[in-house]
């Protein structure tokens, strides 16, 4: 891993086989200055000096970014296995895989969590592929997807929440959504742009 400080770029060995943990998705810093890693089959936690490993249970695809709640719980999603939590103070694991409620066929173990993002402890937004879902820590509260709501698309390419806590997503064809906490108001390439625009890959409001 690299670091750039001072106009310098310093570099720290990272002693993992290559076998290991082949890939890194993301990495975090938490509240107690500790960098996390999200590797390909492993939680790699660095102090500053020395490396901790974690294996992560019941290997899926890992597919989403790395999210860090204010209690310094690591989040983090799956292709078609659900939502990881890894508790950093007691080394547990927990992996949430029903199927929604309201949609039983359409839960997160039937989708591939994307990003996770953090509105409060128990308003945390999952970025599937198919469907935007709320989770309240513990299960699938709501779900947002082409079948239920005017969100732009069921090829969810990103989410971001501004200041105002509305919720924005990017279409990878169908444009952008953002959900103002009552309705969706959504927006195509051509409302845009003037143009189609063949591929939305990421979206920043500032």
């Not at 975090?28 to 492993?42: A, C, H, Q, T």
């Not at 969100?151 to 953002?178: C, E, P, R, V, Y």
Request: charged content about 15%; proline content about 3%.
């Amino acid at each position: 891993i690299y670091k750039y400080l001072n106009g310098q770029i310093d570099s720290v060995y990272f002693p993992i086989p290559a076998d290991t943990i082949n890939v890194i998705y993301d990495m975090k810093e938490d509240s107690n200055g500790n960098l996390w890693l999200l590797g390909s089959d492993r939680l790699v936690k660095f102090d500053g000096s020395n490396f901790s490993v974690f294996t992560i249970p019941d290997l899926s695809i890992i597919s989403s970014n790395l999210e860090i709640d204010p209690d310094n719980n690591l989040w983090f999603g799956s292709a078609l296995n659900g939502l990881y939590k890894f508790n950093s103070q007691t080394l547990q694991w927990s992996r949430f895989d029903v199927a929604n409620p309201y949609f039983a066929l359409t839960g997160i173990t039937n989708d591939n969590i994307k990003r996770v993002k953090f509105l409060s402890n128990n308003q945390i937004y999952l970025q599937g592929i198919l469907a935007l879902y709320l989770f309240d820590g513990n299960s699938v509260v709501k779900r947002w997807g082409t079948d239920n709501t005017g969100i732009a698309g069921n090829n969810i390419s990103s989410i971001f929440i501004d200041a105002h806590k509305h919720i924005w997503t990017s279409d990878l064809s169908n444009g952008f959504a953002m959900y103002n906490g009552d309705k969706w108001d959504t927006y195509s390439p051509m409302d845009i742009f003037n143009k189609n625009v063949l591929t939305l890959h990421d979206i920043c409001v500032t």
